[in-house]
């Protein structure tokens, strides 16, 4: 019985653990978004400010991408495992919930992104 | 700042050739290669399964210069990621524009 409750109890933790770490606030990333990072220009002036047309092709369009996606691209970038000579610069810059805000605000915004099979 | 200049010409420099290469890609020979993408990017909403979770990205719409970047930054193991790395090694030039080309196509 007693084995039951702390199983369950650990089942719970781990969710809500799950849900409180995945949580961005995409207000504070539209925000974010246009804001230097350091001494780094902002998303905004290669990705375009919603992220959905960047200024030149070699930018991928943010907007539509999903947020785990881009928190696992800002994050990789950050720790220098993918590596870009401006992207490193610009993650460096970002917090954890920096990202987390970031990646709420370009999923939630529209372009011609999509699943495709 | 001379370093910066630096990595950035040579990233111009570097992203010319794919640009070429995209230029000549075929939406239409792109349906003979799709199989090997399709197993992870053609099922809605699938996730890696280890060692993180996360969506794999959505293809369609997206730049034709920047998915032939990527697939040929995985070929050459600059980008870093095991299946990814094996697909895009049995890529050619020409089977890597197709697919940037077909996926930027949208259908």
Not at chain 1, 80 to 95: I, Y
Not at chain 2, 31 to 55: D, F, R, S, W
Request: proline letters at 4%; one cysteine or more; glycine letters at 8%.
């Amino acid at each position: 019985m007693r084995r039951i409750f702390v199983v369950t109890c650990s089942l719970l933790a781990l969710v809500v653990s799950a849900a409180l770490e995945a949580k961005g606030n995409a207000e504070k990333g539209k925000t974010r978004a246009v804001t230097k990072a350091g001494n780094q220009e902002p998303c905004a002036s290669c990705h375009g400010a919603d992220g959905a047309k960047p200024v030149a092709p070699e930018n991928p369009i943010l907007a539509g991408q999903y947020s785990d996606y881009i928190v696992k691209a800002l994050s990789d970038y950050k720790s220098g495992k993918r590596k870009s000579a401006v992207m490193n610069g610009v993650a460096a810059e970002l917090s954890k919930q920096d990202i987390e805000d970031l990646a709420a605000w370009f999923s939630s915004q529209k372009s011609n992104l999509h699943f495709q099979r | 700042m001379t370093i910066r200049l630096l990595l950035l010409a040579a990233s111009l420099t570097l992203a010319a050739p794919a640009f070429a290469q995209q230029a000549a890609g075929d939406p239409k020979e792109a349906h003979k290669k799709i199989a090997m993408c399709e197993g992870c990017h053609g099922i809605p909403g699938y996730k890696t399964a280890y060692p993180l979770v996360y969506h794999v990205p959505k293809l369609g719409g997206q730049s034709a210069v920047y998915l032939s970047n990527a697939l040929n930054a995985y070929k050459s193991g600059q980008r870093i990621h095991p299946s990814m790395r094996g697909i895009a090694a049995s890529l050619t030039d020409k089977d890597i524009a197709d697919l940037a080309a077909y996926y930027a196509a949208g259908h």
